[in-house]
């Protein structure tokens, strides 16, 4: 596997677990005010970036046209 392809697997972990730690109630958020309450635009955000990462994952395991020179 390359690497790049594994950097996106987990960047996709980090980036969802982020995304439902904004989304869940009374706990402190970083970053977030009010910190208790639900900031769906930041989980909206992580869960986009997650959304990309999949893609440069997907773009990563498509191998370039091989030239027989």
């Known amino acids: ?9 987990a960047l996709f972990v980090v980036f969802a ?14 970053l977030a005010s009010p910190p208790k309450d639900s900031h769906f635009k930041h989980a909206l955000v992580f869960f986009a970036l ?9 773009s990563s395991r498509i191998a370039p046209p091989r030239h027989n020179d």
């Open 1 to 9: 596997m390359k690497p790049a392809y594994l950097v996106g697997i």
């Open 17 to 30: 677990a982020i995304g439902v730690y904004y989304l869940i109630p009374g706990i402190d958020h970083v």
């Open 50 to 58: 997650a959304i990309v990462s999949i893609l440069g994952r997907v």
